[in-house]
Protein backbone atom coordinates (compact mmCIF):
# COMPACT_ATOMS: atom_id res chain seq x y z
CA UNK A 1 0.00 0.00 0.00
CA UNK A 2 1.09 3.19 -0.53
CA UNK A 3 -1.28 5.73 0.36
CA UNK A 4 1.05 7.48 3.16
CA UNK A 5 3.53 7.54 0.78
CA UNK A 6 1.74 9.18 -1.51
CA UNK A 7 0.57 12.17 0.70
CA UNK A 8 3.86 13.24 1.39
CA UNK A 9 4.94 13.43 -1.86
CA UNK A 10 1.70 15.36 -2.18
CA UNK A 11 3.03 17.33 0.89
CA UNK A 12 6.52 17.70 -0.92
CA UNK A 13 5.05 18.82 -4.69
CA UNK A 14 2.84 21.44 -2.25
CA UNK A 15 5.74 22.68 -0.52
CA UNK A 16 7.73 22.92 -3.92
CA UNK A 17 5.42 24.13 -6.48
CA UNK A 18 1.82 24.19 -5.23
CA UNK A 19 -0.34 26.14 -3.06
CA UNK A 20 0.82 25.89 0.19
CA UNK A 21 -0.84 26.97 3.38
CA UNK A 22 1.89 29.11 4.49
CA UNK A 23 2.34 31.09 1.94
CA UNK A 24 4.80 31.00 -1.59
CA UNK A 25 6.04 28.09 -2.53
CA UNK A 26 9.62 26.87 -2.60
CA UNK A 27 9.72 27.65 -6.45
CA UNK A 28 8.28 30.94 -6.46
CA UNK A 29 9.94 32.21 -3.48
CA UNK A 30 13.22 31.09 -4.39
CA UNK A 31 12.48 32.84 -8.05
CA UNK A 32 11.88 36.14 -5.92
CA UNK A 33 15.47 35.92 -4.53
CA UNK A 34 18.00 38.06 -6.37
CA UNK A 35 21.48 37.03 -6.67
CA UNK A 36 22.69 39.98 -4.25
CA UNK A 37 20.15 38.93 -2.26
CA UNK A 38 20.89 35.44 -1.48
CA UNK A 39 24.75 36.33 -0.73
CA UNK A 40 23.66 38.27 2.38
CA UNK A 41 24.18 38.23 5.37
CA UNK A 42 21.96 40.72 8.40
CA UNK A 43 23.07 40.60 11.57
CA UNK A 44 25.86 37.97 11.01
CA UNK A 45 22.91 35.10 10.44
CA UNK A 46 22.82 33.15 7.85
CA UNK A 47 22.68 34.23 4.28
CA UNK A 48 19.81 32.64 2.15
CA UNK A 49 22.77 31.55 0.23
CA UNK A 50 23.95 29.28 3.37
CA UNK A 51 20.17 28.40 4.27
CA UNK A 52 19.86 26.76 0.43
CA UNK A 53 22.98 25.00 1.25
CA UNK A 54 22.13 23.60 4.32
CA UNK A 55 18.78 22.25 3.01
CA UNK A 56 20.29 20.70 0.42
CA UNK A 57 22.31 18.74 2.51
CA UNK A 58 19.49 17.44 4.80
CA UNK A 59 17.85 16.47 1.43
CA UNK A 60 21.09 14.51 0.40
CA UNK A 61 20.75 12.62 3.88
CA UNK A 62 16.94 11.64 3.74
CA UNK A 63 17.90 10.76 -0.41
CA UNK A 64 20.71 8.88 0.97
CA UNK A 65 18.89 6.57 3.11
CA UNK A 66 15.91 6.21 0.99
CA UNK A 67 18.57 4.56 -1.54
CA UNK A 68 21.91 3.17 -0.43
CA UNK A 69 25.31 5.69 -0.22
CA UNK A 70 28.38 4.96 1.19
CA UNK A 71 28.05 8.63 2.85
CA UNK A 72 27.40 8.18 6.72
CA UNK A 73 26.11 10.75 9.19
CA UNK A 74 29.42 12.08 9.67
CA UNK A 75 29.76 13.28 6.25
CA UNK A 76 26.36 15.12 6.35
CA UNK A 77 26.58 16.76 9.80
CA UNK A 78 30.58 17.46 8.56
CA UNK A 79 28.27 19.92 5.26
CA UNK A 80 25.96 20.84 7.83
CA UNK A 81 26.40 25.04 7.22
CA UNK A 82 29.10 24.93 5.10
CA UNK A 83 31.33 27.59 5.00
CA UNK A 84 30.50 29.51 1.73
CA UNK A 85 32.65 31.87 -0.11
CA UNK A 86 30.48 34.50 -0.52
CA UNK A 87 32.47 35.93 -3.39
CA UNK A 88 31.49 32.82 -5.77
CA UNK A 89 28.73 34.14 -7.37
CA UNK A 90 28.24 30.57 -8.85
CA UNK A 91 26.65 29.58 -5.72
CA UNK A 92 23.65 30.26 -5.92
CA UNK A 93 22.33 29.09 -9.25
CA UNK A 94 24.30 25.68 -8.42
CA UNK A 95 22.40 25.57 -5.20
CA UNK A 96 19.06 26.00 -6.35
CA UNK A 97 19.77 23.56 -8.70
CA UNK A 98 20.94 20.98 -6.54
CA UNK A 99 17.39 21.87 -4.39
CA UNK A 100 15.95 21.35 -7.68
CA UNK A 101 17.16 17.81 -8.18
CA UNK A 102 16.91 16.28 -4.57
CA UNK A 103 13.63 17.80 -4.77
CA UNK A 104 13.19 15.26 -7.96
CA UNK A 105 15.22 12.49 -6.63
CA UNK A 106 13.02 12.51 -3.05
CA UNK A 107 10.00 11.72 -5.07
CA UNK A 108 11.47 9.83 -7.50
CA UNK A 109 12.71 6.89 -4.48
CA UNK A 110 9.50 7.78 -2.81
CA UNK A 111 7.50 6.32 -5.42
CA UNK A 112 9.56 3.44 -5.56
CA UNK A 113 8.70 2.54 -2.25
CA UNK A 114 5.35 1.60 0.08
CA UNK A 115 4.17 2.62 3.49
CA UNK A 116 5.24 -0.61 5.00
CA UNK A 117 9.18 1.72 5.05
CA UNK A 118 7.51 3.85 7.12
CA UNK A 119 7.64 1.90 10.43
CA UNK A 120 11.37 0.59 9.76
CA UNK A 121 14.21 2.50 11.44
CA UNK A 122 16.20 4.81 9.45
CA UNK A 123 19.92 3.76 9.85
CA UNK A 124 22.34 5.90 12.32
CA UNK A 125 19.07 7.34 14.00
CA UNK A 126 16.72 5.52 16.68
CA UNK A 127 13.17 6.91 14.78
CA UNK A 128 11.37 5.56 12.28
CA UNK A 129 11.34 6.60 8.59
CA UNK A 130 7.76 8.15 8.67
CA UNK A 131 9.72 10.96 11.11
CA UNK A 132 12.59 11.49 8.62
CA UNK A 133 10.16 12.24 6.13
CA UNK A 134 7.94 14.56 7.73
CA UNK A 135 10.60 15.97 9.06
CA UNK A 136 12.65 16.65 6.26
CA UNK A 137 9.60 18.54 5.26
CA UNK A 138 8.80 20.85 8.11
CA UNK A 139 12.92 21.40 7.62
CA UNK A 140 11.92 22.70 4.36
CA UNK A 141 9.52 24.60 5.87
CA UNK A 142 11.08 26.12 8.42
CA UNK A 143 14.00 27.23 6.29
CA UNK A 144 11.40 28.33 3.81
CA UNK A 145 10.10 30.83 6.37
CA UNK A 146 13.35 31.76 7.08
CA UNK A 147 13.89 32.78 3.40
CA UNK A 148 10.77 34.68 3.27
CA UNK A 149 11.69 36.92 6.23
CA UNK A 150 14.86 37.47 4.71
CA UNK A 151 14.19 38.51 1.56
CA UNK A 152 11.39 40.74 2.68
CA UNK A 153 13.59 42.55 5.20
CA UNK A 154 16.48 42.87 2.45
CA UNK A 155 13.87 44.45 0.07
CA UNK A 156 12.65 46.95 3.32
CA UNK A 157 16.27 48.04 4.06
CA UNK A 158 17.02 48.70 0.22
CA UNK A 159 20.31 45.96 0.28
CA UNK A 160 18.39 44.16 -2.57
Same mark, same amino acid.
Given at each position: ??????????????? %????? !?????? /?? &???????? $?? @?????????????? %????? !?????? /?? &???????? $?? @?????????????????????????????????????????????????????????????????????????????????????
Amino acid at each position: MKQEINLLIEQLKET %WEGDP !WFGRNA /SV &LLGEVSEQ $AA @FEKISGQHSILELV %WHMCN !WREFVI /SH &LAPSEKSL $AH @FEHNDWQNLDHTNKSLWPEGRKRLQQTQDELIRLLQQKDDSILAQNVSERTYPYRKLLTGIIQHDIYHLGQIAFLTKALKASGTE
